[in-house]
Structures are given as structure tokens and as C-alpha cells.
């Protein structure tokens, strides 16, 4: 099982320390084409901007931005409706998947947010985790846009071409799969780790604006690695789905800017260890 502090980490940089990196920027060359990857964090706060300005040079000169999802679609309350039966059980609710001592913890912590414990037993473990952690983001002041909303918002404004790397169905069935088969310790670990929050996130903040591609790989990356299936399905699985289609966009005159979770950036089975792979030059911005 994979420890909640990575699960945290996941939410933040997934849906991306060399001591002395500079962001989280990097540029994918191979005869004379060329595109930008950035690795995104999807919660900010509001002094997280302005954002480190690599962002803005790769963005200035790009054409076509690319995310991992379509982010108008999957803010569309049409699109919400549509999905939210997925992630809701449709037999018994999470406090039968959840230990009596783990059910007293969640309802202990529970009332002391003054949330109430209907709006969380009918959700799938993951999405539970999901809606409790984004109110502890907000809690410390986390509840701006993340770059990828940011960067939508410019694109749109200027008319950037946009596309998406993936559905917004076939994310939202990865979300309602997390934590499956072991709901009661993702529970347990997600409110053990909230006794530590503030701390880890503020170091999850720094990692990502310094692009320390070590650091990521030897703090998030490895507590998710201990959790074999869930890194294969929320990492290794989407990154070789992703990579011919960057690879596409390498072979186009246009200039892309691709945004995704950094932590899909980096370590072994990571997009720029990939692209080397590859034989394309990766030089961080």
C-alpha cells in the first residue's frame, strides 16, 4: 500500500531535485524540431504566482498547448453528472470497507472540520481522499488554480490551439479505482498523514519550482513505486500511452508546450527518461 503522504503528493502533481535545477521546464529537441514539457502542480496557493518564468518563456513561444486531459470538459457540470456514478459504490458505502477503529478516526476528523459524514461514506475510497485533502489544501490557503487551469485560461484568451492526452473518461475511471481492494489503509494513512500536512506540502512546492528531478524521484516517486499496481496504472501505463503521441507532435512544424504532473517526468519509467530513450536531446530551461 501505497503511504498516504504520496497519495498527497499524487494529488498535487499529478492530476512534476540536481541541487542546483532551475524549473520544471524542459525543452525535447531531435533534427531541428522541437517542443516544451512542463511538470505541473494541480493546486496552488496565491503566492505561488507569478509563476517561475521559465513557464513563461516556453509558453510565449509555443502554439499548441497540450494537457493531460480536456479541463473545460471536465469542468462541465453535464460532464460531472455523467461521471459521478463512478465514483459512488453501488453496493454498501466506504464505512463497510473500513476497519471500527478506522470508521471512528474518519468520523472523529470529520466532525472536527464540520464536515458531515453523509457527503463522504457514499464516495469510493480515492474520491474520499481526494474531497478531504483538497480541504486541507484549503485549509493552509491552497485552493488558486494550478498551472494547468492557469495555462488554459491564457491558451483560451489567446487562441492557442489545445488538445488533451487522454478522456476525461478514462481519467475519472483511474480516480474511482484508486485505492481499491485496500479502502481501510488508504483511509487510516491519509488522516495519519494530515497530522504533518503543512510541512508536506511546503516541501512538495519547493521541489517542484526548483524541477530537481532527484529529489521528485527519491521523495514522491519512491513511497508511490511501494504501491506496484497504482504505480503502474497512474504512471508507467499513462506515460508509455503518452509517449508516441508526443512524439507526434514532434514531427509537426508547431511548437508545443506539454503540462503534466511532474511527477510523470521523472525516474525510470519517467517522460524524459523516456524521450532520451528515444535519442531526443532534454535540457532543462
Known sequence: MKPAGSF?????????????????VWK?????QHLFI?????????EDYPLPEEFEQAYSVSEKLVFEVDIEQMADP??????????????????????PETLDRLKRYLESRNIPLQTVLPLKAGMATILLTIGEMSRIGMSTKGVDEYFNARGRKDHKSMVALETV????????NLGK???????????????????????????????????????GLADMQ??????Q????????????????????????FVLVGVLHLVGDDGLLTLLEAQGYDVEQL
Open 28 to 32: 525535447i529537441s531531435k533534427q531541428g
Open 38 to 46: 512542463g511538470g505541473t502542480a494541480h493546486v496552488l496557493s496565491a
Open 8 to 24: 498527497i503528493a499524487t494529488l498535487f502533481l499529478l492530476f512534476a531535485f540536481g541541487a542546483h535545477a532551475d524549473s520544471s
Open 169 to 176: 473518461g478514462q481519467q475519472i475511471q483511474m480516480l474511482a
Open 226 to 231: 511501494r504501491d506496484p499496481q497504482m504505480y
Open 233 to 256: 496504472t497512474m504512471l508507467v501505463q499513462r506515460n508509455h500511452a503518452w509517449l508516441p503521441q508526443i512524439e507526434r507532435f514532434l514531427d509537426t512544424d508547431e511548437v508545443e
Open 78 to 99: 453535464q460532464s460531472q453528472a455523467a461521471f459521478a456514478p463512478m465514483l459512488v459504490y453501488d453496493e454498501g458505502d466506504l464505512s463497510t470497507r473500513l476497519e
Open 181 to 219: 481492494g485496500h479502502e481501510d489503509e488508504l483511509i487510516r494513512q491519509t488522516l495519519e498523514s494530515f497530522e504533518q500536512f503543512d510541512g508536506l506540502v511546503a516541501s512538495i512546492k519547493t521541489a517542484w519550482r526548483c524541477g530537481d528531478r532527484a529529489g521528485l524521484r527519491n521523495s
